[in-house]
């Protein structure tokens, strides 16, 4: 990394991060509002999981928005059940979406390509009927009710992120900063060094004598942690959790954001999330057939923006 | 990975441009509209557009159109004209729960109507309760929302379960049979239906012979109507909804059930009897509301209204839903000079629709304890065509007033809770 | 119990011979062009409209003749315009697009013919049961089952004798050789497309007949098929044949006993396979792995 790219990135940073702390005042006037700022992190997190695999291992997971919903419901049930505690809660959610994550891993490390694609989906369904039949304890359909977040008790004072949309902010933000310090830091470990080396060529890496599939399971179950980790986040946005968020519609959401916003960056699927769903909340309050409009973001940003924006950004300025 | 020479570009810019033209002009217009107006005041709507229950939605969302037309040609709610801000939940939970924060942060909505689905209903009621924002429920039925659940900011246009299943149990005892065989959809709809059904008929002294639990989206009944005949009852109850419905039914009527077993149940509704073919058209059901009532002052114009904006075709009880909606906040605002959510709640209690809303020929009024509206259950027979109207598929025969087919207020497990 | 057991079984056959149409169309364009087609439960659909708007001026019959090969002309559009480009590339790529594309045909058909369910008549001989015994079987589903045994017959007839035929499988196995020895490959990679969506629109108009049409079927339909490449094995078109009747049947079976299971079933189903034969019943080893 020379000086100047050092600098560059540095500064990148300083910009992404000054943006997330001033939402709240700038998002207002430009027609945002605060709660949309929290879902965007929230999703954004959950994209950049995905992209843990997808642009960092090379591995195509369909199905996860299983292990995100499972976060979700693992949140909810353990405030409605355990205690009225918030971080408890997200802890819980984070272990029953990585836990999940890492029996199911272990099922599937063996296959490649379009069939391990396939077949993720089709487990990530199996999550979903779950949920839906299992409704003495899922809630079925109709979801998981009747808990909320609890206010941050820190003994002398207390955060109230129930009803203040800001303080919710901030604390997702929080959660969001230590969330992606963690990934950072894999990242940047030799496992992560691994992991992309995986992704360049896997066969060398197994001439190498790297354990592929051992190492491809436990990047599977980090990304289980941190979607479930965002599952949970979720669970707290609405109050609610339910099977939409476990069906295969949702991975594919998470795998477009990734892929918008560039697979192959760090913080690519963040804004890849922030561009998805700002526009799908513009979209559907203008036009019924919002639906066809993310269909054609699909099929425009897999055409044209393979390498999402992030990737046309950076080709433009090494140019 | 490397990425192919785009050689179709050329050709695929000017589509895409094309494509973006049409886009933004979808996208500009409304702003050009909104931008006359002043002071408006927003009525807030949420309903499922896109999804399974799309259909239903829609209709709605006409209706409430048609309501905040009418309020706005007789001046508005408090001398300012009023806007109705529609937005998409797309049959998903967290979405809804986004739109109802929109809504309210962002949009500054007074009130709020909103949202077929039960599940995404209650969430939203949360939202507004935490908010205070004053919320009618037009077309979700569970329960609990005017029950266990219940809260001073909302109020309920349709029937809970309860009413669905006492309109018509004593009914079907009578004429049909004391063996009862159920197709109950699984989710809390049908469990709480099912369930007041049950207790119906055991007071009654009758027996159920089975209850085929079915998951939502179930296409093929077959196996579950194997077992029903197997069982001998007097009639079949179908609580199954919107194409559940149609594809049991179709599947009765195929395997020619309906010659051995009768065949009824409660919530019926005109967009499933028009999605099935003629044949198929049979039983016992309750409709919520029905546009031909023969007598009834002031339908026959609604239903000349809707038709000019429904391309031709009839309001169903959805229509109705989405207009009393909207219509109550109107009528509520105006007689209490206010648009103070807390003033309004109480003022809505025992709340009396006037003839031009509530279309039906018995008193229909908001009740106090529970906040749920006492509106009809119009009780007939499908009928296969239309004798007059190739619309008219329903023969009401019997409209019992709500109060006679809700449970008392004490009975709900409703305890409003007001703000101090 | 027996005689409920025996119907149960008989119906998860007809039930599974729809199953093994559709995946048959998602497993010819899965095997040779590696693409998983998310749009297949919408070219379903489409092709279910389509009929319902022919059958006015053709009939029944005329829109079951011509409403299959409209819709895979429009495959045929969509796979030379959106799906080529995308062949050299990774599979990711394809399998969003066609997850785009899938909600935008459930817009669209919604848009076009409305929310609102849509009744289909079918000829009125059909639509009687076999004998008051046999009441649930109905003409009109054995009629869809003599559809699938002449449709799945053909496409072996068609796969094993013609050129196309041929060229597919071979090009399923090698697809590098196969252009090596001079096939257009472009060519072969659309017809076997149109084959698939063939089937597909095929499947969306029997579908109609029996369940009406809406717009958003087409999803839930689209699931068997998956499970049913998976359990019969991807790669082979006799084991998602297989696969396809053993969930019909799999399904009927848990009707029985477990009726809300029924459903579940397959998946619990798919995941036995997996972990015991992971290439699936009759799938070869190396298969897209």
Request: hydrophobic share 50%.
């Amino acid at each position: 990394m020379t000086g100047g790219e050092g600098a560059r990135k540095l500064i990148a940073l300083g910009a992404i991060w000054a943006a997330l702390l001033l939402a709240p005042y700038w998002m207002p006037p430009l027609g945002g509002y605060t709660a949309l700022g929290t879902r965007v992190l929230v999703l954004g997190l959950a994209a950049m999981s995905v992209n843990f695999l997808l642009g960092f291992t090379g591995v195509l997971s369909f199905g996860h928005a299983a292990y995100f919903g499972l976060g979700a419901y693992g949140a909810g049930l353990a405030l409605k059940f355990l205690a009225p505690s918030t971080p408890l809660s997200l802890i819980c959610g984070m272990l029953v979406g990585g836990i999940a994550g890492a029996i199911l891993g272990a099922l599937i490390v063996r296959r490649r390509g379009v069939y391990f694609a396939m077949v993720t989906i089709a487990f990530g369904q199996v999550f979903y009927y779950i949920a839906f039949q299992w409704s003495p304890v899922t809630g079925g359909d109709d979801g998981l009710r009747g808990f909320s977040r609890r206010p941050l008790d820190f003994g002398a004072f207390s955060i109230d992120i129930l009803s203040n949309a800001e303080s919710f902010y901030y604390f997702v933000l929080f959660c969001f900063a230590l969330a992606a310090a963690a990934m950072g830091f894999v990242l940047r470990s030799p496992f992560g060094r691994t992991m992309i080396a995986i992704r360049e060529n896997e066969r060398r890496a197994r001439f190498l004598g790297i354990p592929v599939e051992r190492h491809i399971w436990i990047a599977f179950t980090l990304s289980c942690f941190f979607i479930g980790f965002a599952g949970a986040l979720y669970a707290l946005l609405n109050n609610f959790a339910d099977p939409k968020g476990l069906h295969y519609s949702q991975s594919g959401d998470f795998v477009i954001m990734a892929v918008m916003g560039g697979m192959r960056s760090f913080w690519g699927p963040l804004l890849g999330a922030a561009v998805f769903v700002i526009l799908q909340d513009y979209l559907s309050s203008i036009t019924v057939n919002w639906m066809s409009f993310i269909g054609l973001l699909f099929v425009f940003v897999v055409l044209f923006f393979p390498r999402g924006l992030l990737g046309a950004i950076r080709r433009k300025v090494q140019a | 990975m490397t990425t192919p020479p785009f050689s179709y570009r050329p050709d695929r810019r000017t589509v895409l441009k094309g494509t973006a033209a049409a886009g933004l002009v979808q996208v500009t217009a409304p702003f050009i509209i909104q931008a006359r107006g002043e002071a408006p005041l927003r009525i807030g709507m949420i309903d499922p557009l896109t999804g399974v229950y799309a259909a239903p939605a829609q209709n709605e969302v006409t209706g409430a159109k048609l309501a905040v037309d009418q309020m706005n040609a007789k001046g508005g709610i408090l001398g300012r004209p009023v806007e109705l801000l529609v937005e998409d939940s797309a049959n998903d939970v967290g979405t809804g729960v986004q739109k109802a924060r929109k809504l309210i942060e962002r949009d500054q909505v007074t009130f709020l109507i909103g949202d077929v689905n039960s599940g995404i209903a209650q969430a939203i009621a949360q939202v507004t309760n935490e908010k205070k924002v004053l919320h009618i429920v037009s077309g979700g039925h569970t329960d609990t929302i005017t029950g266990k659940d219940c809260k001073w900011n909302v109020y309920r246009v349709c029937n809970t379960t309860r009413m669905e299943a006492n309109s018509v149990s004593d009914l079907l005892f009578n004429k049909y049979g004391k063996k009862w065989h159920f197709v109950t959809p699984d989710y809390a709809f049908g469990h709480t239906l099912q369930g007041a059904l049950d207790a119906n008929l055991k007071r009654l002294g009758g027996t159920v012979t089975g209850n085929e639990l079915t998951p939502l989206g179930t296409t093929d009944f077959s196996a579950y109507l194997i077992k029903a005949r197997a069982a001998n009852p007097d009639v079949l109850l179908l609580l199954v909804q919107g194409s559940d419905m149609i594809n049991c039914l179709k599947q009765i009527v195929q395997f020619g059930i309906d010659k051995q077993i009768h065949v009824a149940g409660t919530q019926q509704e005109l967009e499933s009897l028009e999605g099935l073919p003629p044949e198929a058209r049979i039983g016992i059901w309750m409709f919520e509301w029905y546009w031909k009532q023969a007598g009834v002052p002031n339908v026959a114009e609604f239903v000349a209204e809707i038709r000019k904006r429904n391309g031709g075709k009839v309001p169903t009880a959805r229509h109705w839903f989405g207009y009393t909606s909207a219509m109550t906040f109107a009528l509520v605002a105006n007689r209490e000079k206010s648009v103070d959510s807390l003033q309004l709640a109480r003022a809505l209690g025992d709340f009396e629709l006037p003839p031009e809303v509530k279309l039906q020929p018995n008193k229909c009024y908001y009740r106090k304890g529970d906040h749920q509206l006492m509106t009809s259950a119009f009780i007939g027979e499908a009928v296969s065509n239309g004798k007059d109207d190739p619309e008219d598929l329903f023969r009401v025969d019997n409209v019992v007033p709500g109060d006679k087919t809700s449970p008392a207020e004490t009975e709900t497990g409703c305890a409003l809770q007001w703000p101090a | 119990m027996t005689q409920l057991l025996l119907f149960n079984v008989t119906n998860g056959l007809i039930i599974g011979a729809f199953y093994v149409l559709m995946a048959l169309g998602l497993s010819l364009i899965l095997n040779l062009s590696n693409v998983i087609n998310f749009a297949h439960g919408g070219f379903l659909v489409v092709g279910g409209y389509i009929a319902y708007t022919i059958t006015p001026y053709l009939g029944f019959w005329g829109a079951l003749l011509v409403a299959p090969p409209l819709t895979a002309v429009l495959g045929l559009a969509i796979e030379r315009a959106l799906i080529r480009p995308l062949y050299g590339r990774d599979p990711l790529y394809s399998l969003l697009l066609t997850f785009g594309l899938a909600f935008i045909f459930e817009d669209m058909t919604r848009f076009i013919w409305g929310a609102q369910g849509l009744p289909v008549t079918i000829p009125a001989f059909l639509a009687r049961p076999l004998s008051s015994e046999f009441f649930f079987i109905t003409g009109y589903r054995l009629f869809m089952v003599g559809m699938v045994i002449v449709s799945v017959t053909l496409l072996f007839v068609l796969l094993r004798y013609t050129r196309l035929g041929i060229r597919i499988r071979a090009g399923t196995l090698d697809l590098e050789t196969v252009s090596a020895l001079g096939v257009n490959v472009r060519m072969l990679r659309s017809l076997n497309f149109a084959v698939g969506i063939f089937l597909a629109g095929l499947s969306g108009v029997l579908a109609a007949g029996q369940l009406g049409l809406e717009p958003t079927m087409g999803a839930g339909l689209l699931m068997p098929s998956f499970i049913a490449i998976i359990v019969g094995g991807v790669g082979s078109l006799t084991g998602t044949l297989l696969g396809g009747l053993l969930i019909g049947v799999a399904s009927g079976v848990t009707a029985v006993y477990f009726p809300s299971a029924s459903e579940a079933v397959m998946y619990v189903l798919m995941a036995v396979v997996l972990l015991i034969r992971p290439r699936g019943l009759l799938g070869e080893e190396g298969m897209l792995t």
